[in-house]
C-alpha cells in the first residue's frame, strides 16, 4: 500500500464502532470536493497503513487521519477533517487553540465510552454501493 491517493485525507477508523461508523457517513455528506478516502481500521489494508506510520497508541482508540504523508490522531484528527466540511465545520478548527492534552483528554473519554453510548457492530462497517469509490 505505497501509493495513497494525492491530495486526500485518508480517514481510517474502526469499522465496529456505531459512533465511527456514523461519523464516516458524516463526513461523507459535508466533505469538500470529494477529499476524503476511508478504511477500516481492521482491514488487512488499514492495519499496513497503522505499521507503515507507526500509530502511537491501539489504533482502535481513535481516528487517524493521513494528509501528506503525515498522521494525525485524536482530537487534532477530529478538528482537520471537520476543517474541510461543508457548512460552519470548519470554524470548529478553532479549538486548535485549546491544548492538544485538554483536547485529547476528552477526546479519549468519549473514545472509551463509545461502545457504552453508542453500542458496536456485530460486523464491521460496509459502505453503500455509491459510497464505495470513497473507500479503499
Known sequence: MNNLPRNKGIVLFDGYCNLCSWAVQFIIKRHKKDYFRFLSLQSARGMQLVDRFKVPFPPNESFVLIEN???????????RIAKKLTGLWPLSYSFI?????????IYSVIAKNRFKWFGKRTECYLPEKDEQELFL
Open 69 to 79: 504523508e503525515t498522521i494525525y490522531t485524536k482530537s487534532t484528527a477530529a478538528l
Open 97 to 105: 487553540v485549546v491544548p492538544k492534552f485538554i483536547r485529547d483528554y
